[in-house]
């Protein structure tokens, strides 16, 4: 394994409308790790990922992603980070006007992609690797929630990102669509991307192990692995 973290965190301190919500964070993360991150609603679980991709600012502390010093990142490097991100919202964020193949056109035209046949590859790529080959004409309203999921998925991976972050993916799903969203994401892993997962389902954790750290009372624990 590479001895150089993709994310380092030391003495971190984050707030938010002028309140702590964690302070003292030490976090690392390395390729192919699997890393969830528990706790109870408000307890700065999103936050946190906030960080990661440049919504918000470390208050405090030295923070590393991929290279960038968050501490010092300009406005103009944030959509270079981020290139290089995957992210994963609970509430999908797919534009709902157009079709699923649409949606990935769209994002991949948006980070620079430009010839026509490599971009029909790179979706076609993509929506088999989810299992949702067929479903490309599909408007977002004409898919399940899981099915949903595995497209925000689809997009997640589109530039084949080093890290990706998965904020509550199973949150709106039941419980067996949970398991094979988490099973997915378990693959890309292996496959090579690194992967936070924020989640409140603690059975996910004996079902695919993982690293495991807690968000409470504003400090983040690494607890060991599941």
């Excluded at 649409?102 to 993509?126: C, H, M, P, S, Y």
Aim: charged share 25%.
């Amino acid at each position: 394994m590479d001895e150089t973290p993709l994310i380092r965190y030391k003495g971190v301190e984050i707030d938010q409308q002028a309140l702590c919500v964690l302070h003292d964070v030490d976090f690392e993360l390395h390729k192919g790790e699997f890393v969830y991150i528990i706790g109870k609603v408000g307890s700065g679980k999103s936050t946190l990922l906030k960080t990661i991709y440049g919504e918000l600012d470390i208050a405090k502390g030295e923070a590393t992603v991929l290279g960038y010093d968050m501490k010092k990142l300009k406005q103009k490097n944030i959509s270079e980070l981020r290139r290089k991100l995957g992210i994963v919202f609970q509430d999908f964020q797919l534009l709902i006007d157009r079709t699923v193949h649409d949606n990935l056109e769209f994002v991949l035209r948006a980070t620079g992609w430009r010839q026509r046949q490599a971009i029909e590859n790179r979706i076609a790529e993509v929506l088999e690797r989810v299992g949702m080959e067929n479903k490309g004409y599909k408007m977002p309203n004409e898919l399940s929630g899981g099915e949903q999921q595995r497209i925000v998925i689809a997009r997640a991976i589109l530039n084949s990102p080093d890290i990706i972050l998965a904020d509550e993916p199973t949150g709106n799903l039941d419980v067996e669509t949970g398991r094979n969203i988490v099973e997915l994401l378990k693959e890309i892993c292996n496959q090579g991307s690194a992967i936070i997962m924020t989640t409140h389902n603690l059975h996910l954790l004996s079902e695919y192990p993982g690293i495991v750290y807690r968000c409470e009372q504003h400090h983040l624990q690494r607890i060991g692995e599941s």
